[in-house]
């Protein structure tokens, strides 16, 4: 495998937790190239520049081409390779920190996986010219870097503008189902069933797109539907515990008091609570 690479060590950046480029570089064509990258710690930018080749991630897989973008979100497994009889070139960056998933979650790209014709090549080789230039102030260099890839990613939100609507992917259904779901028992093993996922990878798929494990979104979602029922109707706390599918009043009763800090009746009442 041919490759130009660029590698840093987190005491490089100033602020390694938040932002650091792990690898950068250009790979060439080699009709062997393959990476398996198991639970991925980096999230992983890659423009083709020519070729094709084949990607798997977060239940999904698809060809990129020259011209295309492709998005490997931290925390899921990435599967690449080249087309033998057309092999790669590209240019792309592993990037790590908390920066990378907030930027994801605020541009909605946690479940963007591929995005064809996305003409940003200056700006990756930008991001590689200023990672191979003489040793910079680290401060200097995370803010360059950091500013590059919040480019690199709200071009990529601006190009899906003008794209024809995909259809949801796994979290979205997932999502959607459990909106749906807030008056039913639902376990996790059904959701990923109904989308094609295993639990463990319905999980990182969820939490890589909206910040929170399926289970959690389903129990946000349940209390704030108790806030409603509590403030808008009549019900019985118990019925209201029953309808939204707790185990019993009293674990009910414990989990909205320990989220808003008032007991179910207190809020009924007085209904100030904090936001949950």
């Not at 490089?12 to 250009?26: C, K, N, R, S, Y």
């Not at 897989?61 to 390779?81: E, I, N, W």
């Not at 259904?173 to 909106?179: F, H, M, P, Y």
């Not at 996790?188 to 990878?201: E, R, Y």
Request: proline share 9%; with cysteine; glycine share 6%.
């Amino acid at each position: 495998m041919r490759e130009k690479l660029l590698s840093f060590l987190p005491d490089q950046f100033p602020e390694p937790d938040a932002f650091f480029v792990e690898l950068t570089g250009i790979t060439y064509p080699d009709p062997r190239y393959r990476i398996d990258r198991d639970r991925s710690p980096v999230l992983c930018l890659e423009y083709v520049i020519a070729g094709r080749g084949h990607v798997e991630v977060g239940g999904r897989s698809f060809d990129p081409q020259a011209g295309d973008v492709y998005l490997l979100p931290m925390g899921l497994h990435h599967r690449y390779r080249s087309d033998p009889a057309d092999p790669w070139k590209k240019i792309w960056m592993n990037v790590r920190g908390t920066l990378c998933a907030d930027l994801l979650r605020a541009y909605r790209l946690g479940e963007t996986y591929h995005v064809p014709a996305c003409p940003l090549l200056p700006l990756f080789e930008e991001f590689v010219s200023v990672c191979a230039g003489p040793p910079a102030d680290p401060w200097e260099l995370e803010r360059r870097c950091s500013l590059l890839l919040h480019d690199i990613l709200s071009r990529v939100r601006a190009s899906l503008s003008i794209l024809p609507d995909s259809p949801p992917g796994p979290a979205e259904q997932a999502r959607e189902l459990l909106d749906r779901s807030l008056y039913e028992p639902v376990t996790v093993d059904d959701l990923a069933a109904a989308v094609g996922l295993s639990p463990s990878q319905l999980t990182r798929v969820f939490s890589a797109r909206f910040g929170v494990t399926p289970y959690r979104y389903l129990l946000s979602r349940r209390l704030e539907t108790a806030r409603l029922l509590l403030r808008g109707t009549a019900l019985p706390v118990r019925e209201i515990a029953f309808r939204l599918c707790f185990s019993d009043e009293h674990y009910f009763s414990s989990l909205f008091r320990r989220k808003t800090g008032q007991t179910p009746s207190a809020y009924r009442r007085d209904p100030e609570g904090k936001i949950l």
